[in-house]
């Protein structure tokens, strides 16, 4: 570790622990609390990563959490962000944005295009002549993005906490820790966090080397840490402010979500970089960067250092670089010494030369700074015939800071630029919110402390329901820390503005000039601030770009909408531990006992099907999940419903009672076709659509009763179909009771031309075609226990949904089985009965159907009676729809024993070179011997019945044809025939 330093008194790391990680297939050496960035730049990897456009050497910028081009990619996580993450052992990681080795990137070549691809050449570009549009666009993806995703990931699961307080104060620095204690030391409850692991912010970096601050800083972290009132969360990030003070705090474990009182917001600044040519390159990082590398872990980031400043703190920085063996070779002042504090004093007492009114015109390099030019500065530009040059290997730039406000915008504070500071300020805050520390323009030690304690005061005042008057000004420096212009424009470019995204000065420049001269605007159209750190280190100098182009002020010029989260969250904080119930049916351990491929069904566990029987009639458990074994146990389903008998677990549809006076005027609300029609002892088929005409379900609805009916619902809508229920009965002041069944009653379905011979001797209810006949529902018993039988057709043969108590299924389904036997009964799961349906034509809502799917389109409409039902939901929006219709739902089919490249659902339907419909389902028809399908396609395409093309996963177009539906028994007559008859 040839760059790392002697013990420094404040480091993060354990030199008693060593740590070993692979970085682009070679080795390294870190200790324990290093970060990736700081391990690296320890053992002499300067260089850590590429640039998102042009693919130009990048490396530390901030080590704040904002260095997105030292982005690494390992076998299970991308994007992970060097400069904040510890390193682990045995971690093997790689840049991201690289194409072949990060040293040898095949990709660099792109900066030498970059006249030819200005801010926005991408919306101009590529889209005439037509037909080469894929071409660039298969180009443009594989080039676009950083990390690359593993879809094989090993699972996390992080706990979500709920955390509750008085007072909620976000940054442990000076301002933040005082403010905690102040509030403490009143009684209240106070949470104070820090996204770094360890407490006390700039105390522990920009003023490591004060001796004044040492006092502070032992005191303020003791009382911290000890304080009976404090609940102090290290390593954890506000990423964000939600109504009524709802903060989570984003953790290593996961998101605690935190309701506070009051909130105090002691988040303190970003510092901005400075502009001029080549400022990207490895050795040009910000001064704040430089002195966390070396406080926090004890690393050298050069040998010979310029520092360009427009503050005290770079002064403070070059005195640090000093104290760290660190050459300093000049201090570059974008004003006058008169106007610096006594750190600019030591800094000319070493003898080390201060260029006042200079600022850094390029920098020098290749892969690496190798040293700077400095010219002669007017406030907004340098005279490039008079300039100076400095060898250096480091270049430290403090000329100005941001404010880390964001959750201030969020929550509706009015913030706006202060002519004095040259930085963007708090003016009003939102109850309950409140500002303290460089974010409220306090910067010296003692203004912070001050601020602090002055925030907590207020926030104490409004836990009592005082009404105060917040002087926010109180204890805001009057000196300057930020430069209005540190901007230097170069005839060559390579100025760049956003280190995210590679966009230069005249990028900006020229979209404002082609009129995005709203700041929104400019940043959609040039992308800044939009790359991962989301315009931290960006958007500060894009206002000052744009508002010079206008000649706006930087209060009417504005800033950009903060939105949550403020860093990145990963996916597995916000999605918390898998809580998913998990809902089994009373057969479900049977299914388990006989083979069956579970799959999910929304809640529920159902059998997706069973293991293949071999002819010895033994189940091939070696098979299972093999895709040929899949589709042989399916394949054998079907063919047992159709020659023989089947039985299918469908206890999971909704199923719930409507009883009352109105109970079949609520349903003939509710569904599109009237209900209150139906005859005792009948059922009908029951479809929903919302009141856009959009079809969400569809089910049976039977009559048991003058005022008493039964309807079913599909699986994943069961419980939206009672809500729904429930709420129309309150929005008509129904007299109606419902009785939600689903989870106490079961259901199976016995289909083949078998299923009356098997079932009569079990049953006491007559089921002679005359007595029970198709769409039939009798109440009986089956044996011994009560049921209610439905004569349903779902399937395409002759069957009978039987409806009975929970507590009785699993004993009357293996009877079933027991003396289906000699009929060859066979259970099946829920591909065959997909099968089964799409031979029969009819559709599964949400497959076969979208989110704007209307019956019309699905070839329904003789299930919406417009003319003879005066009304039902979505009424109105059909009779429009109608005549609107500009799609359709059709059957087709491939030719026998076709043996190319399958097309499967959502592969698209090409005419003429444009998109002209989806396939909904698709599956081999043993009952046909082909393949078969629904589609849904544009007309008037759809009612042309010519050949249509299909492009699959490879690129290749198939050829379908369409046909009428349903596939098999057109005329309906196996729904009423049994074995004898099918014989």
Same mark, same amino acid.
Request: glycine share 10%.
């Given at each position: 570790?040839?760059?790392?330093?002697?013990?420094?008194?404040?480091?993060?790391?354990?030199?008693?622990?060593?740590?070993?990680?692979?970085?682009?297939?070679?080795?390294?050496?870190?200790?324990?609390?290093?970060?990736?960035?700081?391990?690296?730049?320890?053992?002499?990897?300067?260089?850590?990563?590429?640039?998102?456009?042009?693919?130009?050497?990048?490396?530390?910028?901030?080590?704040?959490?904002?260095?997105?081009?030292?982005?690494?990619?390992?076998?299970?996580?991308?994007?992970?962000? /060097?400069?904040?993450?510890?390193?682990?052992?045995?971690?093997?990681?790689?840049?991201?944005?690289?194409?072949?080795?990060?040293?040898?990137? %095949?990709?660099?070549?792109?900066?030498?295009?970059?006249?030819?691809?200005?801010?926005?050449?991408?919306?101009?570009?590529?889209?005439?002549?037509?037909?080469?549009?894929?071409?660039?666009?298969?180009?443009?993806?594989?080039?676009?993005?950083?990390?690359?995703?593993?879809?094989?990931?090993?699972?996390?699961?992080?706990?979500?906490?709920?955390?509750?307080?008085?007072?909620?104060?976000?940054?442990?620095?000076?301002?933040?820790?005082?403010?905690?204690?102040?509030?403490?030391?009143?009684?209240?409850?106070?949470?104070?966090?820090?996204?770094?692991?360890?407490?006390?912010?700039?105390?522990?970096?920009?003023?490591?080397?004060?001796?004044?601050?040492?006092?502070?800083?032992?005191?303020?972290?003791?009382?911290?840490?000890?304080?009976?009132? !404090?609940?102090?969360?290290?390593?954890?990030?506000?990423?964000?402010?939600?109504?009524?003070?709802?903060?989570?705090?984003?953790?290593?474990? /996961?998101?605690?979500?935190?309701?506070?009182?009051?909130?105090?917001?002691?988040?303190?600044?970003?510092?901005?970089?400075?502009?001029?040519?080549?400022?990207?390159?490895?050795?040009?990082?910000?001064?704040?960067?430089?002195?966390?590398?070396?406080?926090? +872990?004890?690393?050298?980031?050069?040998?010979?250092?310029?520092?360009?400043?427009?503050?005290?703190?770079? +002064?403070?920085?070059?005195? $640090?670089?000093?104290?760290?063996?660190?050459?300093?070779?000049?201090?570059?002042?974008?004003?006058?010494?008169?106007?610096?504090?006594?750190?600019?004093?030591?800094?000319?007492?070493?003898?080390?030369?201060?260029?006042?009114?200079?600022?850094?015109?390029?920098?020098?390099?290749?892969?690496?700074?190798?040293?700077?030019?400095?010219?002669?500065?007017?406030?907004?530009?340098?005279?490039?015939?008079?300039?100076?040059?400095?060898?250096?290997?480091?270049?430290?730039?403090?000329?100005?800071?941001?404010?880390?406000?964001?959750?201030?915008?969020?929550?509706?504070?009015?913030?706006? +630029?202060?002519?004095?500071?040259?930085?963007?300020?708090?003016?009003?805050?939102?109850?309950?919110?409140?500002?303290?520390?460089?974010?409220?323009?306090?910067? &010296?030690?003692?203004?912070?402390?001050?601020?602090?304690?002055?925030?907590?005061?207020?926030?104490?005042?409004?836990?009592?329901?005082?009404?105060? &008057?917040?002087?926010?000004?109180?204890?805001?420096?009057?000196?300057?820390?930020?430069?209005?212009?540190?901007?230097?424009?170069?005839?060559?470019?390579?100025?760049?503005?956003?280190?995210?995204?590679?966009?230069?000065?005249? $990028?900006?420049?020229?979209?404002?000039?082609?009129?995005?001269?709203?700041?929104?605007?400019?940043?959609?159209?040039?992308?800044?601030?939009?790359?991962?750190?989301?315009?931290?280190?960006?958007?500060?100098?894009?206002?000052?770009?744009?508002?010079?182009?206008?000649? %706006?002020?930087?209060?009417?010029?504005?800033?950009?909408?903060?939105?949550?989260?403020?860093?990145?969250?990963?996916?597995?904080?916000?999605?918390?531990?898998?809580?998913?119930?998990?809902?089994?049916?009373?057969?479900?351990?049977?299914?388990?006992?006989?083979?069956?491929?579970?799959?999910?069904?929304?809640?529920?566990?159902?059998?997706?099907?069973?293991?293949?029987?071999?002819?010895?009639?033994?189940?091939?458990?070696?098979?299972?999940?093999?895709?040929?074994?899949?589709?042989?146990?399916?394949?054998?389903?079907?063919?047992?419903?159709?020659?023989?008998?089947?039985?299918?677990?469908?206890?999971?549809?909704?199923?719930?009672?409507?009883?009352?006076?109105?109970?079949?005027?609520?349903?003939?609300?509710?569904?599109?076709?009237?209900?209150?029609?139906?005859?005792?002892?009948?059922?009908?088929?029951?479809?929903?659509?919302?009141?856009?005409?959009?079809?969400?379900?569809?089910?049976?609805?039977?009559?048991?009763?003058?005022?008493?009916?039964?309807?079913?619902?599909?699986?994943?809508?069961?419980?939206?179909?009672?809500?729904?229920?429930?709420?129309?009965?309150?929005?008509?002041?129904?007299?109606?009771?419902?009785?939600?069944?689903?989870?106490?009653?079961?259901?199976?379905?016995?289909?083949?031309?078998?299923?009356?011979?098997?079932?009569?001797?079990?049953? $006491?209810?007559?089921?002679?075609?005359?007595?029970?006949?198709?769409?039939?529902?009798?109440?009986?018993?089956?044996?011994?226990?009560?049921?209610?039988?439905?004569?349903?057709?779902?399937?395409?043969?002759?069957?009978?949904?039987?409806?009975?108590?929970?507590?009785?299924?699993?004993?009357?389904?293996?009877?079933?089985?027991?003396?289906?036997?000699?009929?060859?009964?066979?259970?099946?799961?829920?591909?065959?009965?997909?099968?089964?349906?799409?031979? %029969?034509?009819? !559709?599964?809502?949400?497959?076969?159907?979208?989110?704007?799917?209307?019956?019309?389109?699905?070839?329904?409409?003789?299930?919406?009676?417009?003319?003879?039902?005066?009304?039902?939901?979505?009424?109105?929006?059909?009779?429009?729809?109608?005549?609107?219709?500009?799609?359709?739902?059709?059957?087709?089919?491939?030719? %026998?024993?076709?043996?190319?490249?399958?097309?499967?659902?959502?592969?698209?339907?090409?005419?003429?070179?444009? !998109?002209?419909?989806?396939? &909904?389902?698709?599956?081999?028809?043993?009952?046909?011997?082909?393949?078969?399908?629904?589609?849904?396609?544009?007309?008037?395409?759809?009612?042309?019945?010519?050949?249509?093309?299909?492009?699959?996963?490879?690129?290749?177009?198939?050829?379908?044809?369409?046909?009428?539906?349903?596939?098999?028994?057109?005329?309906?007559?196996?729904?009423?025939?049994?074995?004898?008859?099918?014989?």
């Amino acid at each position: 570790m040839k760059y790392r330093l002697d013990p420094q008194p404040l480091e993060w790391i354990d030199r008693r622990e060593s740590v070993s990680f692979r970085f682009e297939g070679e080795s390294f050496t870190g200790f324990s609390g290093d970060s990736l960035s700081s391990a690296l730049l320890a053992s002499g990897q300067k260089l850590l990563g590429r640039s998102f456009k042009y693919h130009r050497p990048r490396s530390v910028l901030s080590m704040a959490n904002h260095d997105v081009n030292a982005l690494f990619q390992s076998d299970e996580a991308t994007n992970i962000r /060097g400069d904040v993450t510890p390193v682990s052992e045995g971690l093997d990681l790689r840049a991201c944005n690289v194409n072949g080795s990060l040293a040898n990137d %095949k990709d660099s070549y792109i900066g030498l295009l970059s006249r030819f691809l200005p801010v926005g050449f991408y919306y101009k570009a590529f889209h005439k002549p037509k037909k080469f549009f894929p071409f660039w666009e298969r180009i443009i993806r594989e080039k676009a993005g950083l990390g690359e995703i593993n879809t094989s990931w090993t699972a996390t699961r992080q706990p979500k906490q709920y955390g509750f307080c008085d007072v909620l104060v976000i940054g442990a620095g000076a301002s933040g820790m005082q403010a905690a204690i102040t509030a403490a030391d009143a009684g209240a409850d106070v949470v104070l966090v820090d996204e770094n692991p360890h407490i006390g912010g700039s105390l522990d970096y920009q003023l490591a080397n004060v001796l004044e601050a040492a006092g502070v800083r032992a005191e303020l972290k003791s009382r911290v840490r000890s304080h009976a009132n !404090i609940r102090l969360l290290e390593g954890h990030y506000a990423a964000g402010w939600y109504t009524d003070h709802y903060v989570p705090l984003v953790g290593a474990e /996961g998101i605690v979500k935190m309701r506070a009182e009051q909130v105090v917001m002691a988040t303190g600044v970003m510092e901005q970089p400075s502009v001029f040519r080549n400022n990207d390159l490895p050795g040009v990082m910000l001064a704040s960067a430089a002195q966390r590398l070396i406080t926090r +872990y004890a690393v050298k980031p050069g040998q010979r250092a310029v520092v360009l400043t427009a503050n005290d703190e770079g +002064y403070r920085a070059a005195l $640090d670089m000093l104290e760290s063996g660190i050459e300093v070779a000049a201090v570059v002042d974008l004003e006058w010494l008169d106007k610096r504090g006594p750190w600019a004093e030591q800094v000319k007492a070493k003898n080390i030369p201060v260029l006042e009114q200079s600022a850094i015109y390029e920098a020098k390099g290749k892969d690496a700074l190798k040293g700077v030019v400095v010219g002669d500065f007017n406030g907004r530009g340098c005279d490039s015939g008079l300039t100076r040059k400095f060898d250096c290997d480091l270049l430290l730039m403090s000329v100005g800071w941001a404010p880390a406000s964001q959750m201030l915008y969020q929550s509706g504070c009015k913030l706006g +630029y202060d002519k004095k500071a040259h930085q963007i300020l708090p003016r009003e805050l939102a109850k309950g919110l409140h500002a303290c520390g460089r974010l409220n323009g306090a910067f &010296t030690l003692e203004q912070r402390l001050a601020d602090g304690e002055r925030a907590a005061k207020d926030a104490l005042a409004q836990l009592k329901g005082e009404t105060i &008057t917040m002087d926010l000004a109180a204890h805001r420096d009057s000196v300057a820390h930020s430069h209005d212009w540190p901007i230097i424009s170069h005839p060559k470019g390579k100025n760049f503005l956003d280190i995210d995204e590679d966009l230069q000065l005249k $990028d900006l420049v020229n979209a404002a000039k082609e009129g995005f001269d709203n700041i929104e605007l400019m940043k959609r159209f040039s992308t800044n601030g939009m790359g991962p750190s989301q315009g931290k280190h960006s958007n500060m100098n894009g206002i000052r770009v744009l508002a010079e182009v206008t000649g %706006k002020t930087i209060d009417e010029t504005g800033s950009t909408t903060a939105r949550p989260m403020f860093h990145p969250v990963p996916v597995s904080a916000m999605a918390g531990r898998r809580f998913r119930p998990e809902r089994h049916t009373p057969m479900h351990q049977w299914h388990v006992d006989n083979g069956v491929q579970l799959m999910e069904a929304g809640q529920w566990m159902r059998p997706e099907y069973y293991l293949p029987v071999s002819e010895a009639g033994a189940s091939d458990a070696a098979g299972a999940g093999r895709p040929d074994q899949r589709k042989q146990a399916i394949l054998q389903e079907v063919q047992a419903v159709r020659s023989s008998l089947g039985i299918i677990d469908v206890s999971t549809l909704g199923k719930i009672e409507v009883m009352g006076p109105d109970a079949g005027r609520l349903l003939d609300v509710v569904y599109t076709m009237k209900m209150s029609t139906i005859k005792i002892g009948m059922t009908r088929y029951a479809l929903a659509v919302d009141d856009s005409g959009v079809i969400i379900d569809d089910g049976i609805v039977g009559r048991i009763a003058e005022d008493r009916f039964y309807v079913t619902a599909t699986t994943s809508h069961a419980a939206a179909a009672f809500r729904t229920l429930s709420l129309k009965i309150q929005e008509l002041g129904l007299d109606v009771r419902l009785a939600n069944l689903t989870g106490s009653l079961a259901a199976m379905n016995l289909a083949g031309p078998a299923s009356r011979k098997v079932l009569t001797s079990l049953t $006491d209810v007559d089921l002679s075609e005359e007595s029970f006949p198709y769409l039939g529902m009798r109440e009986g018993t089956v044996c011994g226990y009560p049921v209610r039988l439905i004569r349903v057709g779902f399937v395409g043969e002759l069957g009978y949904e039987i409806h009975l108590p929970a507590a009785a299924a699993l004993e009357v389904w293996e009877t079933l089985m027991r003396e289906g036997q000699a009929a060859g009964i066979r259970p099946f799961g829920v591909e065959a009965q997909r099968v089964l349906r799409l031979e %029969k034509g009819h !559709i599964i809502v949400g497959q076969d159907t979208d989110g704007l799917t209307n019956p019309f389109e699905a070839n329904m409409g003789w299930a919406v009676p417009l003319k003879s039902k005066p009304w039902f939901t979505g009424k109105p929006s059909l009779a429009l729809l109608k005549a609107r219709c500009q799609r359709k739902l059709i059957g087709f089919q491939l030719p %026998k024993g076709f043996n190319g490249e399958l097309p499967k659902e959502c592969h698209l339907i090409i005419h003429n070179g444009d !998109i002209a419909g989806r396939i &909904t389902s698709i599956a081999y028809s043993p009952s046909l011997g082909r393949t078969i399908g629904l589609a849904m396609v544009d007309l008037p395409l759809a009612d042309e019945g010519t050949l249509l093309q299909v492009r699959v996963d490879s690129g290749a177009m198939v050829t379908i044809e369409p046909c009428a539906t349903p596939f098999y028994d057109a005329d309906g007559t196996r729904q009423t025939a049994d074995l004898t008859e099918v014989a």
